[in-house]
């Protein structure tokens, strides 16, 4: 089945009657009544973590002034009331000291819809990080049983997109963090699980932070870090084992000491040389300033 590219799925239009980013219509007005912000509560499952407090602030004073335009969508629950679009604006109006806050009550959709739609809120608005999108996708998959095909059919996105997002997961937690704060972009850690562990991921994101390499630039990186052994320790002239183990060890300790590729070239007469790869002029003055330090 070929994957959407546009759109976000069925768009909230199908999934919830009012578009939660435009004022209610005059049609819909008998349906919004008012509610103690008391007993709203944040849906759990809500894709979203983190809210900027300065936004939240000037959103707040805006709210004092003309109060809330917009009611939010909710979901009656015993005595309370679930959040199903609209926290933000909850949110703001508590830090306004709005006490009574209007609402829609939508009881007919499921806790499956819910979920989508507080997704494809959040990414229509750009509001979500990385991470949390794919903290998303992998709750559709472990609580609904969703193959990343119907998670991408969804939200409107390819299956590649839902599955490397789904990736990000596998990082260091570490470097989830620097992705978090927008200190690296996804396409630096989607090219950071190249590495083999934890600490090399960590390493190598220190390493892209502090020189500002750009996404093709860590690919390079992470490529030559990868590659196989030099052919020049695979030579029939090394003949013995534990001697090229111990070129291979050397080259190891050279390559994490340095943040990058080392090769060492064994030549006859116990003669050689050392090469040290470098991915930008910044990486170079890094590495030449290192070797001064030796000394």
Known sequence: MAAKKGGLGRGLGALIKEDP???????????????DINKITPNKSQPRKKFDEESLEELAESIKGIG??????????????????????????????????PVIVRDD????EALEIALIENIQREDLNPLEEAL????????????????????????????????????????????????????????????????????????????????RQTEELIKAKNEAVPEEVKKPSIKNPEEARIYISLMKDLKSILGTKVNIKPKKNKKG???IEYYSDEDLDRIVTMIRQIH
């Open 136 to 215: 998303t996708y992998k709750k559709f998959a472990e609580e609904f049983n969703l193959n990343q095909e119907a998670i991408a059919e969804k939200v409107g996105k390819s299956r590649a997109a839902v599955a490397n997002s789904i990736r990000l997961l596998n990082l260091d937690k570490r470097v989830q963090t620097f992705l978090v704060e927008n200190r690296l972009s996804s396409g630096h850690c989607r090219a950071l699980l190249g590495l083999p562990n934890n600490d090399e991921q960590f390493e190598t994101a220190e390493l892209i932070i502090e020189e500002g390499l750009s996404v």
């Open 68 to 101: 809330v335009i917009q009611p939010i969508t909710v979901k009656k629950n015993e005595d309370h009331y679930v959040i199903i679009a609209g926290e933000r604006r909850w949110r703001a109006a508590r830090k306004a000291g709005i006490t009574e806050i």
């Open 109 to 112: 959709i499921s806790d499956l």
């Open 21 to 35: 980013v435009a004022v209610v219509s005059n049609d819909d007005q008998s349906k919004v009544f008012s509610v």
């Open 273 to 275: 040389r050392i090469e």
